[in-house]
């Protein structure tokens, strides 16, 4: 697929994300509330599903799992509820040990997987000025992306590649010109505190930055501020992507309730950008993946 304005729209769900809470969120954990929360998804307008993984020990839904057992039960689930769904699954640990997430990835063998690009100070502050969390390093050297890469290549995995800052996404070309790659899916990951802003005017600037003819798309998490770059997104010809990991709330600022009406204004947006939305078929050849 070329990185061009093209005329569909792959639309990606983020339907769960990290360590939300479900008792607090209306997040889905167990295999049966993904398959739901994915096939709202997929009728609104979804073709690839970007999946975290949930413990399914009572009461501790809010922690992940690696447990390929379980989480090819929640893909087995998803792609039950939604004929040819494209499967992307998460990979982000922190820490130099990260064989297991390889390991899982050679036994759920997804479509597409996350492929963190680069290292970023992962910040916060309250209001007060107090960290949210202690200052921790989301450490991605390329030593590690080297390691997903091969792995990805050696299931047949498409990398997503996730960039915090316009450097990382500097970065994934020159892994493409030191042969790391011959191919990126860009990610553009705005609204972390101490990443890039969720800004719109960024957008043209990202686009100028990656390689030419690579598809792009935006990560936007936060408020309902969000919607803007989502907008952008859809004119400029990006790829879209929202759900419940990215954010909790509508345009309109109301709270939502589901992944399904997320996904339903991110199709809106892509129809009023005089762009079509691909079905889960499309987008399967647009990707160059089997029917």
Not at 117 to 143: C, H, I
Request: with cysteine; proline share 7%.
């Amino acid at each position: 697929m070329n990185g061009a304005a093209s005329d569909k729209a792959i639309i990606t769900c983020a339907l769960t994300g990290v360590l939300t809470n479900p008792e607090q969120h209306p997040v889905p954990v167990t295999p049966v509330q993904m398959a739901a929360e994915a096939k709202r998804a997929y009728d609104a307008g979804a073709a690839i599903m970007h999946v975290h993984y949930r413990s399914q020990e009572k009461g501790k839904g809010h922690l992940p799992t690696w447990d390929p057992k379980i989480c090819n039960e929640i893909n087995e689930a998803i792609r039950a509820a939604c004929p040819g769904v494209i499967i992307n699954m998460t990979t982000g640990v922190v820490g130099p040990k990260y064989d297991y997430v390889l390991d899982y990835l050679r036994a759920c063998k997804p479509e597409m997987a996350a492929c963190n690009a680069g290292t970023l100070n992962y910040l916060k502050t309250r209001s007060s000025g107090e960290w949210a969390w202690p200052p921790m390093v989301f450490d991605n050297p390329v030593s590690k992306v080297t390691d997903y890469i091969d792995v990805m290549k050696e299931v047949g995995i498409i990398p997503e590649f996730e960039c915090f800052d316009l450097g990382i996404v500097r970065s994934v070309g020159l892994y493409i010109e030191n042969g790391m790659t011959d191919h990126a899916d860009y990610n553009f990951v705005m609204g972390v505190a101490s990443g890039m802003p969720a800004d719109p005017d960024l957008l043209p600037i990202l686009i100028k930055y990656k390689k030419p003819e690579m598809p792009w798309q935006a990560t936007v998490i936060g408020r309902e501020e969000v919607w803007h770059v989502h907008k952008r997104a859809a004119e400029l010809g990006g790829n879209l992507r929202t759900g419940l990991e990215d954010s909790f709330y509508l345009p309109d600022g109301e709270k939502a309730s589901s992944n399904g009406p997320m996904i339903e204004r991110l199709s809106a947006y892509a129809r009023a950008a005089g762009r079509e939305v691909a079905s889960a078929a499309e987008a399967r050849a647009m990707m160059g993946l089997a029917a």
